[in-house]
């Protein structure tokens, strides 16, 4: 019991319910840990960068503000950049738990935004209410048919999905590129002209008191979204099914599981939060496109989804982590003077450390049989002294009831040769006895004999 108390850690990693939870903070901290030592090698206050990357999204309050501008229009930006990035978490979560690694994301939430701006975004007349629910349908169904595309290849020629969606990336980006280029530029900014405010899932230029804020549409669509995924995996057979063939599609085959179907659904699943992630992002929160760039968030994604364990609410505590070295990175670069680009790379470490989640499982359970070893041996150690304390203990008390046996023994054996002396003795005596009298009976005859002569 006490060896147990002194390694809560490894228990923590080896117990089925807290496991992914330490893995995850662990995971956090060794990052924060990382990430110090090398904003100290560049002569920099890691303390002043972290507190910087938080006042930069609206947790904690800057130093001075704009006009107009406030801690409130801090956090609600964070709140439209936080929001394409809990879906586009989703998009890998629904793919992973089908044994499926889609990384194609960025492509698809480029497409998707694409086909959304082009088709409603620059349309002025349209009413918002009808523009808006559109543009989240033109996600939906481009995300969800691209996605749908990648699964047909994946079951019809085994085409594995990593290969052919890196490739649709590539197609989807110079594509768009071309197009935006030479239709829809701006030629001030070199990128795509920006959508009319009815088609943007953000309310522009809302006071809140004195402050104006952009008030992300996107943030509720993430968050229902979340919690009808959970719906799915925990509570339908379809979400059963999705999670069997992830396991073994053997096993999924056998128990009537239709594998091939399972794989084009997980992926058109997939496809369908991708896209909604794409409009969010692209009619949320940038409100343009650059020619021939993919969208980093689509990668980093997979870094939430590891992090958050694959769950789905576990995915927004995730993204919101990230999501703070993503959108303070300007603020952090400006007030510390390191270059914005270190937001990236704190990223990457904590996508490597929490890529190493098995590996800390695996040390925790190393530890953990390390001790109960000791522990056996340690009790083996101590059965072995007391049976052989007892074994002597027997042999004492039978060396002493021999040696008590022995005694008597040798007393009766004295006894019965002092008897045997004594005997020897009366045979000696009723030998002297004997031969007394026996003289006596020669001197009677020889009396009876001088008789006999005197009388002739």
């Known amino acids: 019991m006490n060896e147990k108390k002194k390694v809560p850690l490894a228990r923590l990693l080896t117990s089925d319910r807290w496991a992914n939870l330490t893995v995850s903070i662990l995971s956090i ?14 002569g920099k206050n890691p303390i002043v960068a972290f507190q910087s990357f938080l006042q930069g999204c609206g947790f904690l309050p800057k130093a001075k503000y704009g006009g107009g501008s406030g801690m ?28 499926l690694f889609n990384i194609g994301i960025s492509g698809q939430m480029l497409l998707s935004g694409f086909m959304a701006t082009i088709m409603v975004g620059y349309i002025k007349d349209l009413s918002p209410w009808i523009a808006k629910p559109l543009v989240i349908l033109i996600g939906i169904l481009t995300g969800g048919a691209l996605g749908a595309l990648i699964g047909f290849l994946k079951y019809r020629f085994n085409i594995h999905e990593v290969v052919s969606t890196i490739m649709v990336n590539y197609i989807i980006s110079y594509t768009t590129g071309f197009f935006i280029n030479t239709r829809y530029v701006d030629m001030l900014t070199r990128s795509s002209r920006i959508c009319t405010p009815v088609a943007r899932l953000t309310w522009t230029k809302v006071m809140v008191g004195s402050v104006s804020c952009n008030i992300p549409l996107g943030i509720v669509l993430a968050v229902v979204a979340v919690f009808v995924v959970k719906f799915i995996f925990d509570r339908t057979v379809f979400g059963f099914e999705l999670k069997a063939v992830g396991t073994s599609r053997k096993c999924a085959r056998y128990i009537g599981v239709n594998v091939q179907r399972s794989i084009i659904l997980s992926m058109a699943f997939s496809g369908i939060f991708a896209g909604l992630a794409g409009v969010t992002y ?58 914005k680009e270190i937001a990236s790379l704190i990223t990457g470490i904590l996508l490597l450390f929490a890529a190493c989640g098995e590996f800390m499982k695996a040390l925790g359970r190393r530890r953990i049989e390390k001790i109960e070893d000791a522990r056996i041996a340690e009790m083996q150690k101590a059965r072995a002294k007391e049976e052989g304390l007892s074994s002597g203990g027997i042999a004492a008390r039978a060396s002493g009831n021999g040696k008590q046996e022995s005694g008597t023994a040798g007393s009766g054996v004295k006894q019965d040769r002092g008897t045997a ?36």
């Open 421 to 456: 002396g004594t005997a020897g003795s009366g045979v000696k005596q009723d030998r002297g006895i004997a031969g007394t009298g026996a003289g006596k009976e020669t001197g009677q005859i020889r009396d009876n004999g001088k008789k006999g002569g005197n009388d002739r």
């Open 29 to 42: 901290l060794l990052m924060l840990a990382t990430s110090s030592v090398i904003l100290l090698l560049m």
């Open 72 to 99: 409130l229009s801090d956090f609600f930006d964070f709140l439209n950049i936080l929001a394409p990035m809990i879906l586009a978490a989703l998009a890998f979560i629904v793919a992973f738990k089908t044994g």
């Open 282 to 339: 692209y009619l949320g929160y940038t409100n343009t496109m650059v020619p021939k760039v993919l969208p980093g968030m689509g990668y980093d994604s997979i870094a939430v989804a590891l992090l958050g364990n694959s769950s789905p609410v576990g995915s927004i505590f995730a993204s919101v982590i990230v999501t703070i070295f993503q959108s303070g990175a300007n603020y952090m670069s400006s007030s510390v003077g390191v270059a």
